[in-house]
């Protein structure tokens, strides 16, 4: 079946712009995360949707990013004034349920790339 | 936060030989285990969990321990293929924590 799709898969953008990544997670998924995968950095949790419950947005790491979730389906992650230190993999995960016993399925990610 | 090492950062073996990862965690509320496999260019991906009243699980090719007096878990691989060359990450999760953290990984290297 049609796993976690993300796009684009690549994104080179000058410092200063805005970008917009997509996420569609598998259908029937209630549960939509976003993380970001860095070298040396590891894997680092921005933001949980579960339903129609307010989302978790404790790791965004500044007010330049925000999310949105349309329809308990698709999502997208934006940075605004992008800088070069949000250079990274974007990563989507979806789960069955918003629950922690449940395996979170990623996508391919989105590698951003800020000049 | 959750701590978790692994005891192998590389790992080179010969095809067709059986390959053993170890991971450690430090959060003895860590109920639920996952592993995954990352191949470069692409997202983490899916190969088996365990929950902590289990202490093996078994899937295909695959069979994952738990001890948790010591905290530790382990990926066994049977018969290493060349598709088995990836970074292999342990994500140890519990509770209401929904947030996974991987470590550094551990490189497999499989040669023909």
């Known amino acids: 079946g049609a796993g976690v799709s993300q796009s684009p898969s690549n994104k080179v953008t000058e410092k200063g712009k805005d970008v917009e990544l997509r996420c569609d997670p598998i259908?029937?998924?209630?549960?939509l995360y976003w993380y970001r995968q860095s070298l040396g950095q590891g894997l680092e949790f921005l933001i949980y949707?579960?339903?129609?419950?307010?989302?978790?947005k404790s790791g965004l790491p500044s007010d330049r990013f925000s999310a949105e979730r349309t329809g308990g389906s698709v999502s997208t992650l934006t940075i605004q004034r992008t800088q070069q230190e949000d250079s990274a993999v974007y990563l989507c995960?979806?789960?069955?349920?918003?629950?922690?016993?449940?395996?979170?399925?990623f996508g391919d990610g989105t590698r951003l790339s800020i000049l | 936060g959750e701590n978790v090492g692994l005891h192998l950062p590389t790992l080179s073996v010969q095809e067709g030989d059986n390959s053993i990862i170890n991971c450690a965690y430090s959060?003895?509320?860590?109920?639920?285990f996952i592993w995954y496999k990352q191949e470069s260019g692409k997202g983490p991906q899916f190969i088996i969990d365990i929950r902590s009243n289990m202490d093996k699980r078994q899937g295909q090719r695959v069979t994952v321990l738990l001890n948790k007096t010591v905290k530790h878990l382990s990926l066994q691989i049977a018969a290493t293929q060349p598709g088995d060359s990836a970074v292999y990450f342990c994500a140890p999760t519990g509770g209401s924590n929904y947030k996974l953290t991987f470590g550094k990984g551990t490189l497999l290297t499989v040669n023909p």
């Open positions: 995960a979806s789960s069955l349920e918003g629950v922690s016993r449940q395996p979170q399925h």
């Open positions: 949707f579960q339903g129609n419950s307010a989302p978790d």
């Open positions: 959060n003895s509320a860590s109920d639920y």
């Open positions: 259908s029937g998924h209630t549960a």
